[in-house]
Protein backbone atom coordinates (compact mmCIF):
# COMPACT_ATOMS: atom_id res chain seq x y z
CA UNK A 1 0.00 0.00 0.00
CA UNK A 2 0.94 3.55 -0.52
CA UNK A 3 0.25 4.88 2.80
CA UNK A 4 -2.29 7.39 1.63
CA UNK A 5 -5.25 4.97 3.40
CA UNK A 6 -8.18 7.80 4.10
CA UNK A 7 -6.97 10.67 2.10
CA UNK A 8 -10.12 11.67 0.38
CA UNK A 9 -10.35 15.43 0.65
CA UNK A 10 -13.29 16.20 -1.96
CA UNK A 11 -14.68 13.25 -3.69
CA UNK A 12 -15.74 13.99 -7.54
CA UNK A 13 -15.95 11.75 -10.02
CA UNK A 14 -15.63 8.43 -10.72
CA UNK A 15 -15.01 4.71 -11.96
CA UNK A 16 -14.32 1.60 -12.30
CA UNK A 17 -12.44 -0.17 -15.04
CA UNK A 18 -11.70 -4.23 -14.42
CA UNK A 19 -11.33 -4.56 -10.38
CA UNK A 20 -10.16 -1.03 -9.98
CA UNK A 21 -12.20 1.98 -8.76
CA UNK A 22 -10.83 5.09 -9.39
CA UNK A 23 -11.44 8.86 -7.82
CA UNK A 24 -11.26 12.02 -8.42
CA UNK A 25 -9.97 13.98 -5.32
CA UNK A 26 -10.75 17.81 -6.53
CA UNK A 27 -9.47 19.42 -3.56
CA UNK A 28 -6.00 17.37 -3.43
CA UNK A 29 -5.61 17.44 -7.16
CA UNK A 30 -5.24 14.31 -7.22
CA UNK A 31 -7.07 11.05 -9.19
CA UNK A 32 -6.80 7.77 -6.95
CA UNK A 33 -7.40 4.14 -7.65
CA UNK A 34 -8.71 1.30 -5.11
CA UNK A 35 -8.46 -1.98 -5.94
CA UNK A 36 -11.87 -3.89 -5.76
CA UNK A 37 -9.74 -7.31 -5.36
CA UNK A 38 -9.01 -8.71 -1.72
CA UNK A 39 -5.86 -9.74 -2.61
CA UNK A 40 -5.08 -6.37 -4.51
CA UNK A 41 -2.89 -3.39 -3.84
CA UNK A 42 -5.33 -1.12 -2.09
CA UNK A 43 -4.62 2.13 -2.96
CA UNK A 44 -2.84 4.04 -5.11
CA UNK A 45 -2.38 7.59 -6.83
CA UNK A 46 -3.09 7.54 -10.89
CA UNK A 47 -1.71 11.00 -11.03
CA UNK A 48 -1.58 14.47 -9.08
CA UNK A 49 0.87 15.42 -6.87
CA UNK A 50 -1.28 16.97 -4.29
CA UNK A 51 -0.77 20.60 -4.87
CA UNK A 52 -3.34 22.25 -7.79
CA UNK A 53 -0.82 22.49 -10.89
CA UNK A 54 -0.75 25.31 -13.60
CA UNK A 55 1.00 22.67 -16.46
CA UNK A 56 -0.80 22.45 -19.81
CA UNK A 57 0.43 19.97 -21.65
CA UNK A 58 1.61 17.46 -19.37
CA UNK A 59 3.65 14.60 -19.95
CA UNK A 60 5.48 13.59 -16.47
CA UNK A 61 4.23 10.31 -15.07
CA UNK A 62 1.66 9.39 -12.83
CA UNK A 63 2.27 10.54 -9.30
CA UNK A 64 4.73 13.30 -10.63
CA UNK A 65 2.15 15.13 -13.18
CA UNK A 66 0.53 18.05 -11.61
CA UNK A 67 -3.10 18.66 -12.61
CA UNK A 68 -5.60 20.91 -11.64
CA UNK A 69 -8.84 20.19 -9.62
CA UNK A 70 -10.08 16.57 -11.31
CA UNK A 71 -13.51 16.86 -11.50
CA UNK A 72 -14.60 13.22 -13.38
CA UNK A 73 -12.79 10.58 -14.89
CA UNK A 74 -13.89 7.91 -17.63
CA UNK A 75 -12.64 4.95 -18.93
CA UNK A 76 -11.75 4.42 -22.73
CA UNK A 77 -11.10 0.99 -24.01
CA UNK A 78 -8.49 1.28 -26.96
CA UNK A 79 -8.62 -2.07 -28.15
CA UNK A 80 -10.89 -1.49 -31.21
CA UNK A 81 -8.46 1.11 -32.60
CA UNK A 82 -5.66 -0.32 -34.79
CA UNK A 83 -2.09 -1.12 -33.56
CA UNK A 84 -3.63 0.40 -29.54
CA UNK A 85 -4.86 -1.47 -26.75
CA UNK A 86 -5.80 -1.46 -23.23
CA UNK A 87 -7.43 1.45 -21.24
CA UNK A 88 -7.34 5.01 -21.22
CA UNK A 89 -8.35 6.77 -18.39
CA UNK A 90 -9.74 10.20 -19.75
CA UNK A 91 -9.92 12.79 -17.23
CA UNK A 92 -11.30 16.62 -16.69
CA UNK A 93 -9.41 19.33 -15.23
CA UNK A 94 -12.23 21.37 -13.92
CA UNK A 95 -8.86 23.99 -12.35
CA UNK A 96 -7.41 24.25 -16.51
CA UNK A 97 -10.33 23.60 -18.02
CA UNK A 98 -8.82 20.48 -20.22
CA UNK A 99 -9.44 16.92 -20.97
CA UNK A 100 -6.33 14.72 -19.82
CA UNK A 101 -5.58 11.30 -21.30
CA UNK A 102 -3.62 8.85 -18.89
CA UNK A 103 -2.91 5.45 -19.90
Known amino acids: SSGITGSLVAPQGLCTHG ?55 TPVNLDHIPNCSGCLLVICAAGTHQLWGYA
Open 19 to 73: NRLYVCDTTTHRVLSYSLARDGEEEAVVCGTGQQGKDLEGGKLGPEQEIASPWDV
